[in-house]
């Protein structure tokens, strides 16, 4: 009775042992799992991915204008946004600039100067969308749209940014760790942006395609 007694407790154990070692297996291996946002447009700002954090998905037009919902823009690009019922306009207040969009006019006002835009608001699912990329300025941002990976990539100006030429080849792993998969590399002439660096060394960087990795 014993001796069964022990043998159910080393099996018990050597499961346990194999467990810990697959889900290190597969936390150091990239790909083991579908990627939930490879069939929306993705956002990057700065050094980080907020796909997960969007309330509403992006809206590209034709005419290539990139827009977020009032919700995303808020949350993302720290503002307020108010409705002005009796003059028909969105008001966005962000840092020391006021600004007014509406449907109807291909105009935006900016602390009470006025600019011609492609754009403008538009309603989509019931809801109000923002011409972002005619919005630069009122946001202090640059922006940009990576078509083939479908990213948009935002920069807040007042951000410190070091933007980069490769000198050395490097390899891209998948995880700031010695024993990560390496899953890229860095050639000499690569343009990348970089960010922190870990106490180890380690340093993110965010490679032209607005993908954003360690090396």
Do not use: H
Not at 113 to 133: F, G, M, R, W
Not at 146 to 157: A, C, P, Y
Not at 163 to 180: E, M
Request: charge should be neutral; include cysteine; hydrophobic fraction near 40%.
């Amino acid at each position: 009775m014993r001796i069964n007694k022990l043998k159910f407790i080393r099996n018990i154990a050597i499961c346990i042992v194999a467990l810990f070692v697959v889900a290190f297996i597969l936390n150091m291996t990239p790909g083991y799992k579908r990627d939930k946002y490879k069939d929306i447009t993705n956002i990057v700002i700065g050094d980080t991915n907020f796909t997960e954090d969007l309330k509403n998905l992006i809206y590209i037009s034709e005419k290539g204008t990139i827009y977020l919902s009032e919700e995303d823009a808020v949350n993302l690009l720290n503002c307020k946004i108010y409705y002005e019922k009796d003059y028909n306009k969105t008001i966005i207040i962000c840092a020391d600039k006021v600004a007014a969009i509406s449907g109807t006019e291909k105009i935006l006002e900016i602390n009470g100067a006025k600019k011609d835009i492609l754009e403008t608001e538009v309603l989509i699912n019931n809801k109000i969308y923002l011409p972002i990329s005619e919005m630069k300025l009122v946001f202090n941002i640059e922006m940009d749209y990576i078509k083939d990976n479908d990213v948009v990539i935002i920069d807040r100006l007042n951000e410190g940014i070091i933007k980069a030429d490769v000198s050395i080849r490097s390899d891209i792993q998948y995880k700031p760790r010695g024993l990560s998969k390496v899953v890229g590399e860095l050639n000499v002439g690569d343009k990348v942006s970089c960010f922190y660096t870990t106490s180890k060394g380690w340093r993110l960087i965010r490679t032209e395609d607005g993908v954003l990795r360690i090396c």
